[in-house]
């Protein structure tokens, strides 16, 4: 009888699911079994181990093989892939970001908002940005000597927006127009050229319906109404009117909405304080001072954390976070605050849906069609004039499963984040008071007595209050 006939009597190799690693144990237990390192490693070699050995384990195995009588033991360990890197978009200059501008506070407390305004301006033709390709990843050996393979990065793509073009390779993006550069919301890049107004928004000025950014250096006043496609940009207050950004909004002074027209931003609003008003973003409401009576939706935040940083009375609504120094009073104002609502998203669900059912029914129109034509092509019929239809068919089948194959993923996107609750919560610097409301999902907590430092968040079923950290 052989050594290694003899060895597989007694040891027995397994591996793991990808063959990254290889294990040895007894099959059968012999407390007078003995083997050499020798041995051990052709015995290894015959059942397919060939890269990765760990020969410390074999040496002490072969020598102490009591040790090893009750466990499974890793004798080979194979090389893991590395990932590939994603591609990604590299920009020209550094994309104007609202964190980055935080505004200026002196020592008195007062904001300087003068400081947050920062302009990306382009000349026609000027790079904006380059598409950087996914980087190749490593594959992995097996213990067999198996290449394991890697996961490849993922492509980046452009978000194109207004008066910009890429190149014919599609991987840089330029300046159509000389303008300032801005970002809209789904995160595309646009280049918006800018209207100033050198004071108040008022009968000599008229409504304002404008494809870029507006600055204001002066009043916006009641009944009247501000439209652009870029930001908004407010050196004073506003009043009673009407402001809709697909960009940013920001106001210096703050807003005295008197119950009467709205701001409405695609991405921020940014005010000293509102007083009666209605705001809507689809990103973050960031107010340095108060928010009293008013009604706010935010796509993700609503941040009141400045000197004063007051919520009192109204209603505000914010799909992840409502941060505030303060909330409510001590005559219990009633003040709602909810979270984890995103009524933007679920329109837009709705929408791509629809969208989903009428790229499904053009598709198959397109595939019977195309069908119709390849059968004609298989028998010789087809005119010259069939042949451009066909061409032309192919193009928009594939350009059409491109655009569903998109849809489908914003879908699955949507629905992941309508899902998590784990983001939503309210927090609460200094106090909040009795009379003030909590609204998480479906579920509601009223606050009867004050409480200092605190934080709410939706945990098995409940809203609970814990301190805030």
């Known amino acids: 009888m052989t050594a290694q006939i003899a060895l597989d009597t007694f040891l027995s190799v397994t591996f793991s699911d990808d063959k990254s690693v290889a294990y040895i144990q007894f099959s059968k237990r012999d407390e007078g079994f003995k083997c050499t390192e ?69 020592e008195d407390g007062k904001v300087d908002y003068k400081e947050l305004l920062s302009l990306n301006n382009v000349i026609k033709g000027q790079l904006i940005a380059k598409r950087i390709p996914p980087a190749p990843g490593k594959p992995g050996t097996s ?3 198996e290449l394991i393979p890697f996961k490849p990065g993922k492509e980046a793509y452009f978000k194109v927006g207004k008066n910009v073009v890429l190149d014919a390779e599609q ?19 646009n280049v918006f050229p800018v209207y100033e107004v050198n004071g108040d928004v008022d009968y000599s000025v008229g409504n304002i319906d404008f ?16 439209k652009a496609a870029g ?26 909405g008197y119950n009467k027209g ?31 009576h008013s009604n706010i939706r935010a796509g993700k935040n609503v941040i009141c954390n400045g000197t004063k940083g007051l919520i009192v009375g109204g209603s505000i609504q914010a799909g992840e976070r409502v941060t505030a120094r303060t909330i409510g009073n001590s005559m219990s104002t009633m003040t709602a605050i909810e979270v984890g609502v995103q009524p933007e998203l679920r329109n837009e669900l709705t929408d791509l849906r629809t969208q989903t059912k009428q790229l499904k029914e053009a598709l198959d129109k397109t595939d019977k069609a195309l069908h119709l034509l390849n059968q004609l092509a298989s028998t010789g019929q087809l005119t010259p004039d069939k042949v451009a239809l066909r061409v032309k068919l192919n193009a928009t089948q594939k350009s059409s499963q491109r655009e569903l194959g998109v849809v489908r993923e914003r ?6 984040t309508l899902e998590d609750t784990g983001k ?37 079923g409940d809203i609970t209050m814990t301190p805030y950290i």
């Open 231 to 256: 930001d908004i940009r407010v050196v004073g207050g506003v009043e009673g009117a009407e402001l809709d950004a697909d960009g940013s909004i920001e106001i210096t002074s703050g807003i005295i």
């Open 424 to 460: 939503a919560r309210v927090d609460v610097i200094k106090m909040i008071y009795g009379g003030s409301k909590i609204m998480i999902g479906r579920y509601t907590r009223f606050i009867k007595d004050p409480a200092e430092r605190v934080s709410f968040y939706y945990y098995e």
């Open 411 to 416: 879908i699955l996107e949507i629905e992941k």
């Open 38 to 106: 020798d041995e051990l490693m052709l015995f290894l070699r015959t059942h397919q181990i060939q890269h990765g050995i760990q020969r410390d384990i074999v040496n002490r195995f072969a020598s102490h093989p009591e040790e090893y009588m009750f466990s499974k033991t890793p004798v080979a360990m194979g090389d893991q892939p590395e990932s590939g890197k994603d591609g990604y978009i590299e920009y020209a200059f550094k994309l104007r970001n609202e964190k980055d501008h935080k505004p200026l506070e002196t």
């Open 171 to 189: 991987t840089s993006m330029y300046a159509a127009i000389d303008g300032l550069i801005a970002t809209t919301d789904k995160g595309k890049i």
């Open 143 to 145: 213990v067999t000597g």
């Open 262 to 292: 709205y701001v409405k931003a695609g991405r921020n609003v940014k005010s000293s304080f509102i007083q009666d008003g209605n705001v809507v973003a689809g990103e973050d409401v960031i107010v340095s001072q108060s928010i009293m």
């Open 211 to 226: 494809v870029g950014t507006v600055v204001i250096r002066g009043n916006v006043l009641t009944g009247f109404r501000v």
